[in-house]
């Protein structure tokens, strides 16, 4: 595993992202999910986001990922370093059952037509990356829940992506593997110096990986709170029985109780 | 000694049926027109093996076509039906009218259209055997998880590679289930077109000796024509069985650890 690195990465490659009056309704759910709302995420930055279930959090990342459009308003993604290479982390691994885990890892370069020599050199650095260089043959059946998802994240990082969403992609692990995925993710953000947003209802979780949490009220998502933790820049487990962490973690479940969660 | 058990029972459950039947038509003087004994089949077996092999290779051959057919055919209305919604809600009324409509009742029309002979009876096996196909095809593409649908949406996967390195892949254990089942119908739908599609130029098929031996009263030949028939319908349906296998053995649980 990789162990978190102190400096901050230089220069900043990520991605900044703005979303101006975002709005989304769906038919059958009463109201707008999103009702204008405006979002602005620094490049290179790590951001948590809190709301209660059925807030439009994971809305808000289906449309910045272009995955869903929205009924008004606008998402602008800003790279300094060419193009914006979004990927995406869902809730569940989803691996394609029928491929091992290397030609899982380079499916999004097969997709977008990078040669068979090149994506698998590529999907090797990613899986390697994720701790997982000596399962490359393995099958999907054959590796456990937390394996399935470090696959997951090397298949989203696999095309050096500069912008990386997650939509609470360790809710289904048990709290060990979970803490070490948390680790291993953060590690990578500040080596790749990638923008993260990532969903998450855990408050601990949010607190102990973002620079800044954003807290969502209810439907219509609305902003209730927006922190900059107070937190050193290295995390390891220790910092979870510190009185700073537990003020930070106090304040943002006492703004999720507020929005109504 | 695995093999044993699981061989064993169904064996000698087979034997006693076969002695209690031979037993009773003997010891009730059923005529052997009703009923004929076990051996008397086995004797009829015999004498006629080489006319019933070339019925069975007759009827075999245009079963394996329908079947091969409704494979093909099945799996692309399939895809074309889930591409479009109004494609499956235009199309797949009819295709239930395929699974409903009594073959015997349409096989006539085969025959005015496709004349007498292997093209109506394979067309026959054909109509039989295509909807589950469709249907399991269908539901194979339509159960793909929205995830990973977004997943090829997000990196611009194009519709083909969608289809060959998503669908496809994913639809495959619910095709192989619906090709198990068009196995069997495929030679039910050779045998019903035969007994109205008569003779074919390249010899009678297991229907027409089915239809002779009840014209001549010769039960026994009838049960082992229907012996045959059975046999042709499990030979097919091992194949597709090894089929599904050799494909799904590395990733799908149906096929594992037999």
């Given at each position: 595993m990789l162990a978190p690195l102190p400096d901050p990465p230089e220069p900043k490659r990520g991605v900044r992202v703005s979303a101006r009056g975002v709005e989304r309704a769906f038919r059958g759910v009463g109201g707008a999910v999103l009702g204008g709302l405006d979002l602005d995420l620094a490049a290179g930055s790590f951001v948590a986001l809190l709301g209660p279930s059925g807030c439009g959090k994971s809305t808000l990342l289906r449309v910045i990922a272009g995955l869903d459009s929205p009924d008004a308003g606008s998402v602008t993604l800003d790279s300094t370093s060419g193009a914006a290479r979004v990927a995406f982390v869902f809730q569940d691994a989803h691996l394609l059952p029928w491929r091992d885990v290397l030609s899982n890892a380079a499916l999004p370069l097969e997709l977008t037509g990078t040669g068979a020599a090149e994506r698998r050199a590529a999907a090797r650095d990613a899986l390697d990356a994720v701790g997982l260089g000596d399962a490359t043959h393995k099958m999907p059946h054959e590796l456990s829940g937390g394996m399935r998802m470090r696959v997951s994240l090397a298949r989203a990082l696999v095309t050096r992506p500069n912008l990386l969403l997650l939509d609470e992609p360790f809710a289904a692990l048990d709290e060990l593997t979970r803490q070490r995925l948390d680790d291993q993710l953060r590690a990578l953000w500040a080596e790749l110096g990638l923008t993260v947003l990532f969903v998450t209802h855990s408050v601990d979780e949010a607190a102990y990986l973002a620079e800044r949490a954003i807290v969502f009220s209810a439907r219509p998502a609305r902003i209730v709170a927006d922190r900059t933790l107070a937190l050193p820049r290295a995390r390891t487990s220790a910092l979870r029985a510190e009185p700073a962490f537990g003020a930070e973690a106090r304040a943002l479940r006492e703004a999720l109780e507020q929005g109504g969660g | 000694m695995r093999g044993f058990r699981t061989l064993a029972p169904p064996l000698v459950a087979l034997a006693l049926i076969l002695a209690t039947w031979e037993v009773l038509a003997r010891a009730l003087q059923i005529?052997?027109?009703?009923?004929?004994?076990?051996?008397?089949?086995?004797?009829?077996?015999?004498?006629?093996?080489?006319?019933?092999?070339?019925?069975?290779?007759?009827?075999?051959?245009?079963?394996?076509?329908?079947?091969?057919?409704?494979?093909?055919?099945?799996?692309?209305?399939?895809?074309?039906?889930?591409?479009?919604?109004?494609?499956?809600?235009?199309?797949?009324?009819?295709?239930?009218?395929?699974?409903?409509?009594?073959?015997?009742?349409?096989?006539p029309l085969l025959v005015l259209w496709f004349g007498a002979g292997l093209r109506s009876v394979m067309v026959s096996s054909f109509i039989v055997s295509v909807f589950p196909v469709i249907t399991n095809a269908l539901s194979g593409i339509r159960s793909v998880e929205p995830a990973l649908r977004d997943l090829f949406r997000l990196y611009g996967a194009s519709r083909l590679s969608t289809l060959t390195k998503l669908e496809l892949p994913a639809a495959l254990p619910a095709i192989v289930t619906g090709l198990r089942v068009a196995a069997g119908l495929s030679v039910i739908g050779a045998i019903v077109g035969e007994f109205v599609a008569g003779f074919s130029e390249s010899g009678a098929g297991l229907g027409i000796v089915i239809l002779s031996s009840y014209r001549q009263m010769r039960t026994d030949l009838l049960f082992s024509a229907v012996l045959f028939a059975a046999l042709l319908g499990l030979v097919l349906f091992g194949a597709v069985n090894l089929a599904g296998h050799l494909l799904l053995s590395r990733w799908h649980p149906s096929a594992r650890n037999p």
């Open positions: - | 005529p052997a027109f009703l009923l004929p004994p076990p051996s008397a089949v086995a004797r009829a077996t015999l004498a006629e093996l080489g006319d019933l092999a070339l019925a069975a290779s007759v009827t075999g051959r245009a079963a394996l076509y329908g079947f091969l057919m409704s494979a093909c055919v099945g799996t692309l209305v399939a895809i074309a039906m889930s591409s479009s919604r109004i494609l499956e809600r235009a199309f797949y009324p009819y295709t239930v009218f395929l699974q409903t409509v009594p073959i015997v009742a349409i096989a």
